[in-house]
Nanobody
């Protein structure tokens, strides 16, 4: 089992920045990829960014050039630096972690970007 604790969400004006963090605990020796998804009201959950153990990254087209994902394996933590935020980035952001056996989700953290 892996437990995920997210932090860093909040309210920010358009053009501003936020940094999300997600710390993993439990069966952390088996963690493979980590990442972030988001879900806006009335929409499906969508991928934002992922990062593998080999630090290969993948981004949604809508966030490329504005968001940066990183991980600190010593702290079992994944980060999402979000710059130049837009109102359409408003959503609940979920941390996501995979192991060889399962995938795990955080509880979600709200990000609200005002115009």
């Amino acid at each position: 089992q892996v437990q995920l604790v997210e932090s860093g969400g909040g309210l920010v004006q358009a053009g501003g920045s936020l940094r999300l963090s997600c710390a993993a605990s439990g069966s952390i020796f088996s963690i493979n990829a980590m990442g972030w998804y988001r879900q806006a009201p009335g929409k499906q959950r969508e991928l934002v960014a992922t990062i593998t153990t080999g630090v290969a990254v993948k981004y949604a087209n809508s966030v490329k050039g504005r968001f940066t994902i990183s991980r600190d394996n010593a702290k079992n933590t994944v980060y999402l630096q979000m710059n130049s935020l837009k109102p359409e980035d408003t959503a609940v952001y979920y941390c996501w972690v995979t192991t060889s056996l399962a995938q795990y989700w955080g509880q979600g953290t709200q990000v609200t970007v005002s115009a």
